[in-house]
């Protein structure tokens, strides 16, 4: 049927006569066009441009319902508007959490909810002699007759009227219920509801990430960069003197007539079987353990420093994504297509530590920073139930109470661990593997598990029902030996995209807690297993104390008690005024 107009202002709230505080609304909103709100099993009522964020605003503010939409666009699109939902739905987070990867639309969302299949969806084309409608194909009924939706309205037609702005949420409240009865057909994955609504939440704290912004101090980091590269070049000339002086340092160490390209690595270790060091790799690590044989090594890695600045973070990256307002903007996802870690452009997922300085709290405002500690081997001990090993969690230091039950040093603890669930089984910590296998059986069980499942090109899906995908094709026209060895690398993957994913899944858990409970400040930056929070001066102290209540929340929430012993969750929580004060 046609979406109801909404009579008057007066009955802005009599649109959903018994909403209750986090029940789900459909919204769907176009600035400029007009916005629209649906039950969840009823009709849409259609608002116009001129009453719609008014609407929304006192319906957020008066009930706080959760609001279902198609994708994060919906959110940035309210957050523009200065409206800050509390909660929300976000159809497209629930789909990559059910189906795994990162590409989707709405095409995809409502195929996948209605067992259409996905090879099969139409593309957009324009309507002429050949393709031409059917007769009974409606052009404003965004379902085609193949039960399909329509690619015009997927692209954008949605949004042209405030009638199929009524359709389209009343299509997103019928994918919301069909969402619910996937995640309750997940097998042995009785989290899946919660994470999808926290996955949701992590897309909403997305948005707010692309539109405030990371404070940057550009005098300081225009400093920093001038440190290793020089000033900022008038022109492409200076430019390329700039490159020319860089290179020169390295390649003073070589005689003349060298022919080294620095910007080749098989070239580098020609240079450096020139000085007598031969390297299997060029890769900093191996060249660090090596620094101390020859000089040339210690200024290739200082040029490797300076080049990284000059070619991804230096003037032109202040240039690209920082804005008057002085804040540092890229996109940001609250999943990637793997096991679902927060990605963000802009170089702010892997910004150089020497850069940290000039991330400064505005005047007037600090910097709470926390970040979790060993979190992948504690969660490991949650996902898998492990007596003994959630017990080294009530250690600060958890790889100490490990060494101690092995019997070897604490580094040979930590990187045996590590190896388990990174499937390294060679170097320091091969050894004391064999007493991982004893010490803490189930743990390693889960990563076998995993292991071998993921070997055979079997799908994974983690503790809070995220699927991971597992490409296992291409492989036909391989050797024997190479089949093996992708396999063992799939395996290698599988069981750390286990224990990363669940981890993912809580560290989003405890942030869009923390985004809830902190009223004083945002957060600025989710940098892996770290938060970064803008507050009030005056408010920092109550800022950090609850930045730990709400990881004692969310470990409560994601890893509850049982019968053995509970995981514990640690945190390093700092009052900072520049990033790089942190310890």
């Known amino acids: 049927g046609t979406p109801t107009d909404l009579p008057g202002s007066a009955t802005r709230l009599g649109m959903i006569p018994s909403l209750t505080p986090g029940e789900p609304v459909a919204l769907g909103f176009e600035p400029g066009v007009g916005a629209a709100l649906a039950p969840i099993n009823g009709k849409a009522t259609v608002l116009s441009t001129a009453e719609s964020l008014a609407v929304i605003r006192q319906i957020e503010n008066d009930i706080g319902p959760r609001w279902v939409w198609w994708s994060k666009a919906t959110a940035k699109a309210l957050i523009i508007n200065n409206i800050r939902p509390a909660r929300c739905w976000d159809l497209a987070a629930v789909q990559r959490l059910i189906f795994g990867g990162w590409q989707t639309n709405a095409a995809s969302i409502w195929a996948a909810t209605r067992d259409l299949d996905p090879e099969r969806i139409p593309k957009d084309s324009p309507v002429d002699l050949f393709t031409a409608l059917e007769p009974d194909d409606d052009p404003e009924n965004p379902i085609r007759l193949d039960g399909y939706l329509r690619p015009d309205w997927v692209d954008g037609q949605w949004s042209t009227t405030p009638p199929r702005i009524g359709r389209w949420t009343e299509l997103a409240a019928s994918v919301y219920n069909a969402q619910i009865v996937q995640l309750d057909d997940l097998q042995g994955r009785p989290r899946a509801l919660a994470t999808a609504r926290s996955e949701s939440a992590a897309e909403l704290l997305a948005a707010e990430l692309e539109h405030d912004g990371l404070p940057i101090d550009i005098g300081e980091a225009e400093r920093v960069i001038a440190d290793y590269i020089g000033p900022k070049p008038l022109d492409a000339a200076a430019e390329r003197a700039q490159v020319a002086a860089r290179d ?42 090596r620094r101390d044989e020859h000089p040339v090594l210690d200024a290739l890695l200082d040029w490797r420093k300076a080049e990284r600045i000059a070619t991804t973070f230096g003037y032109g990256w202040l240039d690209r994504n920082v804005g008057a307002d002085g804040r540092l903007r890229g996109e940001w996802s609250g999943a990637d297509g793997a096991a679902g870690r927060m990605t963000a452009t802009a170089g702010l ?71 388990a669930m990174y499937g390294q089984t060679t170097g320091l910590g091969a050894a004391a593997l064999q007493g991982l296998e004893s010490a803490y059986p189930k743990a390693m069980e889960y990563l076998r598990t995993a292991d071998v499942a993921a070997q055979g090109g079997h799908n994974l899906r983690t503790v809070g029902g995220r699927c991971v995908k597992m490409n296992a094709t291409g492989t036909v026209d391989m050797s024997d030996r190479a089949a093996r060895s992708r396999a063992a690398a799939r395996g290698r993957f599988g069981r750390n995209a286990m224990v990363q994913g669940a981890a993912a899944e809580f560290f989003k858990t405890w942030a869009v807690t923390v985004r809830a409970r902190c009223t004083h400040g945002v957060i600025v930056l989710c940098l892996h297993d770290e938060l970064l929070l803008d507050v009030p001066e005056t408010e920092s102290a109550v800022a950090a104390q609850l930045v730990e209540q709400c990881l004692q929340e969310a470990a409560h929430r994601w890893a509850p008690p049982t019968d053995g012993p509970i995981v514990q969750f640690v945190a390093d929580i700092s009052e900072i005024v520049r990033w790089s004060d942190a310890k």
């Open 248 to 289: 020169k340092v390295v390649l003073d160490h070589l005689p003349a007539g060298h022919g080294i390209d620095l910007r080749n690595p098989s070239s580098v270790k020609s240079l450096l079987r020139r000085v007598g060091i031969e390297v299997a790799d060029t890769r900093a690590s191996t060249l660090e353990r």
């Open 349 to 419: 997922h892997n910004m150089p530590s020497e850069l940290r300085p000039g991330i400064v709290a505005p005047p007037g405002r600090i910097f709470v920073r926390a970040d979790l500690g060993q979190i992948e081997p504690r969660v490991l001990a949650a996902v898998s139930d492990d007596h003994d090993l959630a017990l080294a969690t009530h250690d600060a230091d958890m790889y100490a109470p490990v060494a101690r039950r092995l019997r070897v040093e604490r580094e040979v603890a930590k990187v045996a661990v590590l190896g």
